[in-house]
């Protein structure tokens, strides 16, 4: 065996970035949810969840991103809303 072929990655998709997909799309709804209700309990786990799918996806390495970027933008807008109006961060 070459080292080349050592070295090459598998092209299909594995289960890995159909985890990492799905915990990318999941991330960004808990981000884009926590607008409307608690932000300080659904924004850290989207964060986290984005973070983790980033890690594990190569294949879907834009959406893993966009949900690292979305829930990022989230926590900003959800705390800046909570405190404009005055509702409970917690």
Do not use: D
């Amino acid at each position: 065996m070459s080292a080349e072929a050592a070295n090459a990655k598998p092209t299909g998709s594995g289960p890995a970035e159909v985890v990492s997909g799905y915990l990318s799309a999941l991330a960004i709804f808990a981000g884009l949810i926590s607008l409307a209700w608690h932000p300080l309990r659904l924004v850290p786990a989207a964060i986290l969840l984005a973070l983790v799918a980033s890690a594990m996806g190569h294949r879907n390495r834009r959406l893993a991103f966009a949900a690292v970027a979305i829930t990022g933008i989230c926590f900003f807008l959800g705390m800046t809303i909570a405190v404009v109006t005055q509702r409970p961060l917690w």
